[in-house]
């Protein structure tokens, strides 16, 4: 008799369409209070100002290298290289689900950011879409590209490597989030829609992803992805970190508005 082989288990339909409607209605009540259905601002300025008093210091230098591991180009390069992986051990539709997931976000937050067009907390020197804030960016691409690979190395390492790994992606997540406010690029409501936004991205993607379930062989590229990602960072961080100090250095000369701006409501 043939034996089937065994399959990575995934949570159920149940308990996912449950966490998806949480999220979907933690981002629809922040973003009606972005777009000024309802005010944000009392929050956002409360967070504010206990993160003020941790601004400065070395912790500045901490915060720029947290921030440049949620930048655009990383991240396209997570992206690609975790994709990259499934392909080469053939698979093929768990390949095709991530990158239309990774794909597909920029698309999302930025017709969302042109929706709301709320603006930063500081007077940022940016263009087009990146002038607008809510909802983070940088959250929720990062959430989303490096939640998928903590779920991915959870599966794929034992013991101590898999809690070791899996919390370090975790925490990294959280530590950018913390970054966009350190740094005055975002208030804390465009920060938390941004894991929202993410989230809700991650119970599709295990959804789709549940629908083929696939033999435990798709992992075996993730160690070599890991290893890539981790190695290409310093030389990113070289390259970009000049830049990235001169932009943030030029937010903190900006005075930060009192008030959290928010979008009039639509008539």
């Known amino acids: 008799m043939r034996r089937r082989p065994r399959t990575v288990p995934t949570f159920g339909a149940r308990q996912l369409g449950w966490t998806a409607g949480v999220a979907i209605i933690v981002f629809a009540i922040l973003a009606a209070g972005a777009a000024g259905f309802w005010p944000l601002a009392p929050l956002d300025r409360l967070i504010d ?5 941790a601004r400065g210091g070395p912790l500045y230098d901490l915060m720029l290298v947290v921030t440049a591991l949620g930048d655009g180009l990383f991240l396209t390069l997570a992206a690609v290289v ?3 992986s499934f392909l080469f051990t053939g698979a ?10 990774f794909g597909s976000m920029p698309v ?3 017709t969302i950011k042109l929706w709301i067009a709320r603006p930063r907390p500081t007077d940022i ?4 879409v990146d002038l607008f804030s809510f909802p983070s960016s940088h959250v929720a691409h990062s959430a989303l590209i490096y939640g998928a690979i903590a779920g991915l190395t959870f599966v794929t390492f034992r013991g101590w490597m898999r809690w070791g790994l899996t919390g370090s992606f975790l925490l990294l997540i959280v530590m950018i989030g ?3 406010m350190y740094l005055g690029a975002h208030w804390f409501s465009d920060v938390l829609a941004g894991y929202a936004l993410a989230f809700l991205f991650l119970v599709m993607l295990a959804i789709a992803v549940a629908k083929h379930p696939e033999p435990p062989k798709f992992s075996r590229g993730i160690p070599i992805a890991l290893f890539v990602i981790a190695a290409a960072f310093p030389i990113y961080l070289m390259l970009s970190l000049p830049d990235s100090d001169a932009l943030y250095r030029a937010i903190e000369l900006h005075q930060r508005p009192g008030t ?3 979008s009039p409501p639509s008539p």
């Open 82 to 84: 975790t994709v990259a």
């Open 108 to 110: 999302v937050v930025h």
């Open 125 to 128: 020197p940016y263009t087009g």
């Open 49 to 53: 100002s206990l993160v003020d008093g």
């Open 92 to 101: 093929r539709w768990r390949a095709m689900c991530y990158a239309l997931c």
């Open 178 to 180: 913390a970054s966009r």
């Open 260 to 262: 959290p701006a928010e």
